[in-house]
């Protein structure tokens, strides 16, 4: 692709990032550029399986790669709650990312949302132990994916946990980890659900140069029972702009920059 066209792919998909769909006529104010170059643009990404042409317009495709899990209730309850802050959440995250980065995302349903907002790009590795995230990305040329192996340690669950993951991560560098939390408390740290997947992500996190939890307004002063981090290891906070500023007070104090997106 030229230059022009490869900033005009770039933003069309990062605007459908945002909106999830869009009219010919939207994407025109975004991207500039005449009605049929858009739509041949529209064409170029919907053969690299990123966008789906509607009439009249796009919608961004999010893989529906989980068949067994589309009638499980809890699933469909993770995926759905603050779907939209997750969603921003995620970009907000992937424009962090450099080329030639290689990154890890936990797994989790914000942390799937950052891989999503990669697919369009180029040079990045990415190393993770969400089966989920590695089927979205595993199509897309411009993106090495490993995935660290391992036991999935409970029924309906894309997390890899154990002695296979751990000992894959020992030989596993990484500029960013993106760790995905359901607790972020000032004095207790960050926190999840499960022991075994707190192991892996703590391991992550001993890997990589910069630490940045991702992690929606409800998450905030919430302690669960599996301890990942403390505070100190933490560079950046990723939240959505429903977060009150006395919520993130105790971790701009505690020198964390704070992202609301």
Known sequence: MADALNRRCELIIKF???TGTATV???LEVAG??????????????????IRRTHGGATLVEPLLYEPFRYDSSFLAREQRFAQEKRRIGLAAAELIQANETVGLTAGTTTTHIGRSLRHREKIQVVTNAINIGMELCNQPGI????T???VPWAWSFSLTGNAAL???DDIYMDKVFLSVTGLDAERGATTLEADEALVYRKMLKQAKQVIVTADASKLGKVSPAFICPTSEIHILITDAGASAEALAPFERQGIRVIRA
């Open 25 to 27: 006529e939207e994407i």
């Open 33 to 50: 550029s005449s009605a049929p170059s858009i739509r041949r643009d529209l064409a170029r990404l919907e053969s690299r399986g990123l």
């Open 149 to 151: 192996g391992g036991a």
């Open 167 to 169: 000992t894959f991560l």
């Open 16 to 18: 459908l990032l945002r």
């Open 144 to 147: 090495r994916t490993y995935l």
